[in-house]
């Protein structure tokens, strides 16, 4: 698929539609949409996620090889995500994964699916994979899971290709380093469903008909940054590494064979500590204007981090994700820069200044993963 070419296109007739180069952004209610989203009345298109395809008898087993996730055993209909990490551990991509028995069907950023396609197709030596972008067939649409089985996602192999969101639940093999209880995100109810692209343009016609709720790509975001959640064209940078994300929990399995990275995924988990964390800011609601993504995060003087997703929630007014340095202290009043001058920010702790250097201490029981019917 031609990233250039304007997406959902379909959805600009629908009353409301405010449509740009990355997709449908909000249908003039994006509060109203949040709450119809997160209820399960509304689904979302999400023109700024594609599909890759990677077919052949090896995919599993090669996939485990080279990715943070253990996959080897992956059962068709089962949903987990990797990450792919240079050397150093730092995240290069990252992508949702569901197989259905026959093909490994990887959800991915619009922004990363390009380049992540390059890189799985120069790591196939002679191993019996093809990976593909299936973007042009099919679309993504997200919501809740009883709003996302309402949807006609595809089903090549028999398996119907619904993606449901592990998170915020520790996947087997992974660590969760935020220590709020109740997780923010404990009550997250999402899934992204494949859908034949042409599905698009009838899903809009019933939107013009009164038939089908709809949300934007705003609401969604919204609703992701509420629960905490990592996302890779929006918090990862080029120095990230899992650790300072939290993105242990669902992406990476500690206790698989060699994949790139690992070494130093296991040394800062074991011994050391990340040297950024991932906090939640409560912005001052009392400006006009969200901050942007990117602007630094401050104590005093000092810049400490950056803001890295924003959002006006519905229930929890403005909100961001930021990474700081992990010296921040935890009980610092933080400051974010904006258009109109510094916006103050409560700050939450998700990832602690101690976490890692687990080799020494007591492992707890953990909640395990959520499971779905």
Not at 8 to 29: K, M, Q, S, W, Y
Not at 44 to 57: F, T
Not at 236 to 254: C, G, N, Q
Not at 307 to 313: F, Q
Request: with cysteine; hydrophobic share 45%.
């Amino acid at each position: 698929m031609d990233a250039t070419t304007a997406p959902d296109a379909e959805f600009a007739r629908v009353p409301g539609a405010v449509v740009d180069e990355t997709g449908l952004r909000h249908l003039g209610n994006p509060l109203g949409e949040q709450r119809a989203l997160a209820a399960g009345t509304a689904v979302a298109p999400l023109a700024d996620r594609r599909v890759l395809a990677v077919s052949g008898e090896d995919r599993l087993s090669w996939l485990d090889s080279v990715a943070s996730q253990a996959l080897a055993r992956l059962q068709p209909g089962v949903s987990t995500e990797l990450l792919i990490l240079d050397p150093q551990g730092r995240i290069e991509h990252a992508a949702s994964v569901v197989d259905d028995g026959e093909t490994t069907w990887l959800l991915v950023d619009d922004s990363d699916a390009d380049p992540l396609l390059a890189w799985l197709l120069r790591m196939r030596f002679r191993l019996r994979v093809q990976p593909r972008d299936a973007s042009d067939e099919y679309a993504v649409v997200g919501g809740t899971a009883a709003a996302a089985a309402s949807l006609p996602a595809v089903s090549p192999a028999g398996v119907p290709l619904v993606w449901h969101d592990p998170w915020p639940g520790v996947s087997v093999g992974g660590w969760g380093y935020a220590v709020t209880a109740p997780h923010p995100g404990i009550d997250r109810d999402w899934a992204e469903a494949v859908v034949p692209r042409a599905q698009l343009a009838e899903l809009a016609d019933a939107a013009v008909r009164g038939e089908r709720m709809l949300a934007g790509r705003d609401a969604a975001e919204a609703l992701r940054i509420a629960a905490w959640r990592p996302r890779r064209s929006a918090d990862v940078d080029e120095r990230a590494i899992p650790h300072e994300l939290d993105w242990m929990r669902t992406a990476v399995h500690l206790e698989k064979g060699c994949y790139r990275g690992q070494e130093t995924v296991a040394k800062v988990h074991n011994l050391g500590h990340p040297p950024r964390r991932l906090v939640a800011l409560q912005l001052d609601g009392s400006g006009s204007e969200l901050p942007k993504q990117g602007a630094e995060v401050r104590v005093g003087d000092d810049v400490v981090g950056a803001v890295t997703s924003v959002a006006l929630h519905f229930e929890e007014g403005p909100i961001a994700l930021a990474v700081v340095k992990r010296t921040t202290p935890v009980d610092a009043q933080l400051l974010v820069d904006g258009a109109d001058g510094p916006i103050a920010a409560a700050q939450e702790v998700i990832v602690p200044p101690e976490a890692g250097a687990t080799a020494n201490v007591p492992r707890l029981p953990r909640l395990g993963r959520r499971t779905r019917a």
